[in-house]
Every structure is written in structure tokens, then in C-alpha cells.
């Protein structure tokens, strides 16, 4: 059985790791090269960089800061935020990011995907998707834009298409659950990652390692995603890691 995968994700703003809420009331909470070693040496399998800045200056930051990840991490990192073009992805994946995520542009061009996938190949492609359930019909509805505009997308068909297209992972955030910390959708993961063949990464929810347990067993998903629990420290990961194991969850040690 494949290792399930732990991925912290770190929000960069101009060179910054940052955490807020719906990217508002931003705190500074360290570098982002340094908090990357220190997860690798934690035993982290994987992390996510998301770069939040806006402005052209602000990309231009967050290349050289891949740059120096890839210099320094011997784990493989995923960049996402903001890149809307086969060209931008080119360039990060030239700057040493071993994948990248794309989510609003994907929904806006879904050739995008294919795109990429065939200059670079699948195993690069990672399509997030944010969606939020709705009580009133039932379906989970696609959102862009960091959730805050609704789409005529719906979460499986979506998911469908985008590993059709040629995505490699699929990374999933209810954004009715994100941040609460309350625990994840476990029937929607468990359809999500049965209907597919290619990995599911779950994110927004966990909030404690009983709930990371549950995502990666019930929920059936290949990878958990968090930031805050693990920036300051609510959960470190080797002892995640060390419960995974006990509770019967392969993971790397």
C-alpha cells in the first residue's frame, strides 16, 4: 500500500509566510525556506507553497523564493496561487518546484490543464478545488477566486473532468469546513477518491489527529493538507505521524 502523504502549506506574501483568515488580518509567522527545512527535518512528505501577493513585484519575490526552496529542500514542493498561464507554470517548475496547483484558472480555461499536462506532464498537474456544500440542493457548487464566487461547476463532475484533462492530483478544500476545525467531510472524500484513480489531497478541517486519521482511513483520501495546526504548533509532525502508525496508517517515519 502507497504511504499517505503529510503536506503543510505555507501562504507566501512578499517573501512572507503568512496566515489570516480568508487571506484578511495576515500575521507574519516566519520564512518560508526556513519553515520549509524544519518541516522536512519533522518528516513532512511534501509542502505547498501558495503565493498570495498580487502584484507583479510580488510573483517576481515568490520566484526567487522557489528558487532558494529548491536549492535547500530535498522533499518535493507544489506552488500554486494566482498562475493562469502555461508560461507562469513553465517558469516555476524551471525555477525547481516539482509541481504545480492551479484552481481558479482551470475552472476559467479548463484546456489549461491538458496544456500543461502535455508539456510537463501529468505527475505536475495538481487542480485545487474549493467548493461549498449547499443544503438547499444538495450539490457541492465549484467556487473561484478563493471562494468567493460561485460557479455553474459541481464538485465530482469537475473533479472528473479535470483528471480527464490530465491533472495528476486533485486537491480538495470544503470551504465549509475550512478553518473550523472541526473535522472533514468523510463521505465526500470517500466518493471523491473511489470515483478516481489519481490521488486526492484533503484540506481544510483538521483539527487534531484524530480528524487527520479519519480523512485518511474513512475519507479514503492519499495526502492531508493543514497550515495553522502545524505553524504554531497545535501538531507536530512526527507524532502525527507516530499516531498514524499506531492507529495502523502507512506512513513514511
Known amino acids: 500500500m502507497l504511504a499517505k502523504r503529510i503536506i503543510p502549506c505555507l501562504d507566501v506574501k512578499d ?10 488580518s495576515l500575521t507574519d509567522v516566519g520564512d518560508p525556506v526556513e519553515m520549509g527545512k524544519r518541516y522536512s527535518d519533522e518528516g513532512a512528505d511534501e509542502l505547498v507553497y501558495l503565493d ?10 515568490f520566484k526567487d523564493l522557489v528558487r532558494r526552496v529548491a536549492e535547500q529542500l530535498s522533499i518535493p514542493f ?6 493562469s498561464s502555461y508560461d507562469t507554470a513553465g517558469e516555476l517548475l524551471g525555477c525547481g518546484a516539482d509541481k504545480i496547483s492551479i484552481n481558479t484558472a482551470a475552472v476559467l480555461d479548463p484546456s489549461l490543464i491538458g496544456k500543461i499536462a502535455k508539456g510537463y506532464g501529468s505527475q505536475f498537474v495538481v487542480v485545487a478545488i474549493d467548493a461549498r456544500y449547499s443544503e438547499d440542493d444538495g450539490i457541492w457548487h465549484v467556487t473561484t477566486h478563493g471562494g468567493r464566487k460561485s460557479t455553474d461547476k459541481e464538485l465530482f463532475s469537475w473533479a472528473h473532468e479535470a483528471q480527464e484533462r490530465g491533472a495528476g492530483e486533485i486537491l480538495f478544500t470544503s470551504m465549509n ?5 472541526s473535522g ?4 465526500t472524500y470517500s466518493k471523491l477518491s473511489s470515483m478516481l484513480s489519481i490521488p486526492v489531497i484533503a484540506s481544510g478541517g483538521a483539527g487534531n489527529m484524530q480528524h487527520i486519521r479519519e480523512v485518511l482511513s474513512e475519507g479514503k483520501a492519499d495526502a492531508a493538507l493543514a497550515a495553522s495546526i502545524f505553524h504554531y504548533g497545535e501538531i507536530r509532525i512526527q507524532d502525527l505521524k507516530a499516531y498514524l502508525k499506531a492507529e495502523g496508517i502507512t506512513v513514511r517515519l
Open 184 to 187: 472533514y467531510p468523510l463521505d
Open 52 to 61: 498570495i501577493s498580487a502584484s507583479a513585484e510580488g510573483r517576481s519575490t
Open 177 to 181: 469546513h475550512d478553518g473550523m476545525k
Open 78 to 83: 507544489t506552488v500554486g496561487g494566482g498562475i
Open 15 to 24: 517573501g512572507r509566510t503568512v496566515k489570516g483568515i480568508n487571506f484578511l
